[in-house]
């Protein structure tokens, strides 16, 4: 089944303690981006990569880092949550000649 | 002023109505435009690309305003199955090769018996 994957779904945590969300996909799409989403600030784009190796600032990249050393895969790392940064992230793939963008089912994090 | 704007709603509206949503979008050099559909917080999936031309699906009919930067997606005949919150995304770059991508923050339909 094409599919993009997260984990964890849910996570609490505290503020400072590093945490990593993985994404994952199986679809072999080129292009990967992270979201997150916050009551009346719609979906913002955090980072986005264009293949392996390739990543590039969204509008909120502040806080967050990512890599793409595989294709599939291309998580989101916080090296020191903060409580602004709760929020529902969702991960998302597309394949390069097709408009439509795969979105994983989403992560919610909480940082006290 | 926002990249991509919409009416947040919510738009409630009776089973069988016909229902519009506009959005405008900033950047005149955008050549890709979606709708998609989110249901109560979960993942967001596409429901129709926006083409020059306006383009429809089944009771679906996109529509873009060049000149006006905007556009829209009308619902015709509402179900109960239509609520949900409506995106409206942009790609802004000018031949749409790019991984970046800008949403509004979504129209929400209620559609009640």
């Known amino acids: 089944e094409a599919q993009v994957t997260q984990n964890p779904r849910y996570l609490i945590t505290v503020t400072g303690k590093k945490l990593t969300v993985t994404c994952s996909q199986n679809?072999?799409?080129?292009?990967m981006s992270w979201y997150r989403q916050d009551p009346g600030l719609g979906l913002r784009q955090i980072y986005y990569?264009?293949?392996?190796?390739?990543?590039d600032k969204g509008d909120v990249p502040e806080g967050y880092k990512v890599s793409r050393k595989e294709k599939r895969n291309f998580p989101l790392i916080l090296e020191s949550p903060s409580p602004n940064q709760t929020s529902l992230y969702f991960c998302?793939?597309?394949?390069?000649?097709?408009?439509?963008?795969?979105f994983g089912p989403g992560t919610r994090l909480t940082v006290l | 002023r926002k990249e991509v704007e919409q009416d947040p709603g919510p738009f409630n509206v009776p089973e069988g109505a016909t229902v519009a949503f506009n959005c405008t979008y900033s950047?005149?050099?955008?050549?890709?435009f979606f709708w998609y559909r989110q249901d109560c917080r979960k993942e967001p999936k596409l429901l129709m690309s926006v083409y020059s031309s306006g383009n429809e699906d089944g009771r679906f009919t996109a529509q873009l305003n060049r000149a006006s930067q905007y556009i829209s997606l009308l619902i015709r005949d509402s179900k109960l199955s239509d609520s949900a919150t409506y995106l409206c995304v942009v790609n802004p770059s000018r031949n749409g090769n790019t991984g970046k991508l800008i949403f509004g923050q979504g129209t929400t339909l209620q559609v009640k018996p």
């Open positions: 998302a793939s597309r394949d390069r000649g097709r408009n439509e963008q795969f």
């Open positions: 950047n005149s050099a955008s050549q890709s």
């Open positions: 679809m072999n799409h080129e292009y």
């Open positions: 990569s264009m293949n392996v190796e390739v990543t």
